[in-house]
């Protein structure tokens, strides 16, 4: 390229019309003519031009990257194909099923909604199982939740949901089932276990599956007619119903370490796998009750959703810092979580949920202090490792992170 065309190149090109031009207009004719000669100057100058068409080229959407490695999109627009008011307090949303997305039956979707000006992220799990053609989300409103309140009072068919994931591990392979699973929980903890009872008996007709619900009154039961039908076509399936509240029952409880016993007493101990979901009362009660019969560790998986609170602001510092991870480094403005800071430096960080909740996010620090979210999805074990999950980590100081491996 001529230092003539790269002259005009700069003086047509909009980022560098003002600072570049005049200097290169300026050259004598005897310095353009070295210029052309010498391989140097030119490549020096086309590297130029590539870094100044860099500044004004739109990028494209950042990527997150699947934990299999694969490039996701990091959020899709999903159409609401139908809501269906489920109790007094809950609705499904049917939501188109992306093309290409496989989930896992107990995993979640991360909602980003404008509610009166205000994004707020909010995790739902999904009531579908992955041979459903459509996603199936399923809200319970929360008193004074604004993302709860919006989604089972405002959204209409034909709206549009930005949505991320599927998210989460509290999920069951199909091809591994246990010789007993037994799925236990009370209100919304209902749907990611009424998806992991359909996907167990889609893989396995004849599946050894146990539901131990609790709920305050039968109205309020999620999928209460779903459950029973599908209890109607797989023997396999035993479902226990527990009633907090007077109605139809006669002696209103809640569960106990009795529904438990009886509830394992269908498979030996150590075949039975748990899935816990429900109220935290009721979910510690029923993990230290296992606990005390030896069921524990991989043999029973929770979920907990909980509202994350983000640290005091008087604990963040009120100047930027430095994130380094991966041999770059990226500013993190006050207030800034790690992960935001790392997609506006367009450094590609593995993500989900951005909400503290699936884990996609951890990494180890190496360097320096972050304040964490709480609570979030990580263990005693791995905070004494050191990991970090970045979408709800601010840093305190400069840090450095580093892939767990
Ligand atoms: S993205 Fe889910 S925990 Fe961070």
């Not at 043999?299 to 008087?314: I, L």
Request: aromatic share 4%.
């Amino acid at each position: 390229m001529s230092p003539a065309r790269l002259s005009k190149h700069f003086v047509t090109h909009p980022a560098s019309r003002d600072v570049l031009s005049p200097v290169l207009e300026r050259l004598p004719g005897a310095a353009r003519r070295a210029l052309a000669r010498s391989p140097w100057a030119t490549g020096a100058l086309r590297d130029v031009a590539a870094m100044v068409r860099s500044w004004t080229t739109p990028r494209p959407p950042f990527q997150l990257i699947g934990r299999d490695g694969a490039a996701l999109p990091g959020e899709r627009r999903l159409k609401v194909l139908e809501v269906r008011r489920e109790t007094p307090d809950a609705v499904s949303l049917f939501v188109e099923r992306p093309a290409g997305v496989r989930e896992l039956a107990g995993q979640f979707l991360t909602f980003t909604l404008s509610i009166d000006g205000a994004e707020v992220r909010r995790s739902y799990s999904l009531s579908s199982a992955p041979d459903e053609p459509c996603w199936r989300v399923t809200v319970k409103r929360v008193a004074g939740g604004s993302g709860s309140t919006h989604l089972t009072e405002r959204v209409r068919a034909g709206d549009t949901l930005r949505t991320r994931g599927p998210s989460g591990d509290f999920t069951l392979d199909p091809d591994a089932l246990p010789g007993h699973l037994l799925l236990i929980g009370g209100g919304s903890g209902v749907t990611p276990l009424f998806a992991l009872a359909k996907a167990a008996l889609t893989a396995d007709a004849g599946a050894r599956v146990t539901m131990l619900i609790g709920d305050r009154r039968g109205v309020d039961c999620l999928f209460a007619e779903e459950i029973d039908e599908l209890a109607r076509a797989h023997d396999g399936l035993r479902v226990v119903r527990v009633l907090e509240s007077s109605g139809s029952v006669e002696s209103p409880r809640r569960i106990d370490e009795a529904d438990l016993d009886d509830a394992l007493a269908r498979g030996t101990l150590h075949e039975a796998r748990v899935y816990v979901c429900g109220p935290e009362p009721l979910m510690d009660l029923v993990v230290h009750a296992l606990g005390r019969r030896g069921v524990g560790g991989a043999q029973v998986k929770t979920e907990r959703f909980v509202t994350v609170r983000a640290p005091a602001a008087d604990r963040l510092p009120s100047t930027p810092v430095t994130l380094r991870v991966g041999g770059r480094e990226a500013p993190v403005a006050p207030g800034q979580t790690l992960l935001e800071a790392a997609t506006a430096a367009e450094i590609p960080l593995e993500f989900s949920c951005t909400m503290g909740g699936c884990g996609a996010c951890v990494m180890r620090l190496v360097d320096g202090d972050v304040a964490m979210a709480e609570p979030n999805c990580l263990d005693d074990d791995e905070r004494r490792r050191r990991l970090v999950l970045t979408c709800v980590s601010r840093p305190l100081t400069d840090v450095t992170l580093e892939p767990d491996d």
